[in-house]
């Protein structure tokens, strides 16, 4: 981009929404995951849907890659800039447009997090469920199909979506789905854009699903003497006719630290965390009764059960900050975390696998995962290129497991950059289709270019 560019990008975005500053390109350069950065070549804060699609407009007429931004927590690439151009933040676009409280239902900006969301929420007795654990914005999740603990009760963000605004490249502005909770008309555009990771459009706004926040929480805590046993009540629990809110899988190595770290009350053995919502008492003392008999009968060494609500709380803080634990506990490591998703009964197998692989090349790799939906996360530490080469070759094996298994490359991290080269394994023929669908809507090529597809499609060819 030369300067007469940016300088007609300045008066269509407003001065004070663009920047070439060296430390704004730099820290759009990469995201939390491994793969290097890639600078953009000025950086365009999103204000409004018709700002965003007059960039878009602009951009499309000078074949300009746009890459869309939302806080940078994806682990695949997903919002790095690789081919330059602009890069479109959403971080200022935070206002909640309307609650629509009767009808639980919320409509916002694509930049607000959705931890910021829930507190403002929580006056109203509702809340948003997806919970990735990170306070990704509203628009990251959308556009990655975001999922988190209790996607096993609630679903993933697209399930917890009725309608969307969005930029498409040649600077339309579309609505797609509707307020109402029954749809069937014309084609379901709304799912189309969820989890296209920017590639089709930019979300502008969203109407959510909300749910009353529950009355009342337990949290069952089993820990395991193997990872087998283990991953076996997860199936146990699932099919037992017990609704979870949660259940996450813990590795032992996980335990040991958020037990050393943050001073949970875990013994260093695969655990599983459990969470239970109701609105009776009886109901609740009744699911742990449960919970607990199924997981003595399949070799449960402790089972601890709480509705304390500040224990809960301590429980899932240190869940959700278990990576940050891993990195503190081995400094001067790097870390690739790899997801993969498999139907519940083949999580088994799938586990097992990963605990092959682990002894098959004497690599220090950690387990943790969304057990109640068959996803799980593995964490490489590497220190050296041959270390980094050797957790690569190990999630090739382990996607193309998860893949024989009946499962997807990626349960919520997203394709990104990580993840392309597995597509045409998992879609086979379709993936045609969603290069047809991709040309149809960007035919030059310029929304989030070198994502999702095993090709790169570079912008202007």
């Known amino acids: 981009m030369d300067i007469s560019l940016i300088k007609q990008l300045a008066v269509i975005a407003g ?75 959403l971080e200022k676009m935070t206002r909640i447009i309307e609650i629509h409280a009767d009808d639980f ?34 628009g990251g999740m959308l556009a990655n199909n975001a999922a988190g603990i209790r996607t096993v009760k609630y679903g993933a963000s697209k399930d917890n979506v009725l309608q969307m605004e969005v930029a498409l490249a040649d600077g ?21 854009f969820v989890g296209s990771e920017g590639t089709l459009g930019i979300i502008t706004q969203a109407t959510l699903k909300l749910v009353p926040v529950p009355s009342l929480m337990s949290a069952v805590v089993a820990s395991f003497a193997t990872v087998e046993d283990a991953v076996e009540a997860v199936v146990a629990v699932r099919g037992s006719g017990l609704d979870p809110a949660a259940l996450e899988f813990i590795d032992a190595e ?79 490591y790097k870390f690739f975390v790899m997801d993969v998703a498999v139907p519940i009964s083949q ?58 298994l009946g499962g997807t490359a990626t349960g919520e991290h997203g394709v990104g950059i990580g993840k392309a080269e597995f597509m045409q394994q998992e879609h086979g023929a379709a993936l045609d289709v969603m290069r047809a669908i991709k040309q149809t809507l960007d035919p030059n090529g310029i929304l989030n270019p070198g994502k999702i597809f095993p090709e790169a499609i570079k912008p202007g060819t």
């Open 15 to 89: 001065e004070e929404n663009i920047s070439t500053n060296q430390a704004d390109i730099d820290l759009h350069a990469s995201d939390e995951s491994h793969h290097p950065p890639s600078p953009a070549e000025v950086v365009v804060w999103g204000r409004s849907g018709q700002q965003i699609a007059e960039v878009l407009k602009f951009a499309n007429a000078h074949r300009i890659p746009v890459t869309p931004w939302g806080v940078g927590t994806g682990l695949e690439g997903n919002s790095i800039p690789v081919y330059g151009g602009i890069l479109l933040s």
């Open 105 to 138: 239902q919320v409509t916002v900006e694509p930049g607000i997090g959705h931890k910021d969301l829930n507190a403002q929420l929580a006056r109203y007795g509702l809340f948003f469920p997806p919970d990735p654990g990170a306070n990704a914005t509203i």
């Open 172 to 192: 339309r502005l579309i609505r797609v789905g509707s307020r109402s909770i029954k749809q069937a008309s014309g084609y379901d555009l709304l799912h189309l």
């Open 254 to 332: 996980h335990c040991r630290l958020l037990h050393e770290a943050e001073g949970v009350d875990l013994l260093p053995y695969p655990t599983l965390f459990m969470e239970f919502h109701a609105i009776h008492e009886s109901t609740l003392t009744q699911g742990i009764s449960m919970v607990k008999e199924l997981c003595e009968d399949l070799g449960a060494i402790r089972i601890q059960g709480t509705t304390d609500h500040s224990e809960r709380l301590k429980l899932w803080r240190a869940r959700h900050h278990s990576l940050e634990i891993l990195k503190r506990a081995m400094p001067g």
């Open 347 to 404: 999580y088994p197998a799938l586990i097992n696998y990963v605990e092959e692989l682990r002894a098959q090349f004497n690599v220090p790799v950690t387990m943790i995962g969304h057990a109640g939906d068959g996803n799980v996360h593995v964490e490489f530490p590497y220190q050296n290129q041959a270390e980094f080469e050797r957790a690569l070759e190990c999630d090739r094996l382990i996607v193309k497991r998860a893949i024989e």
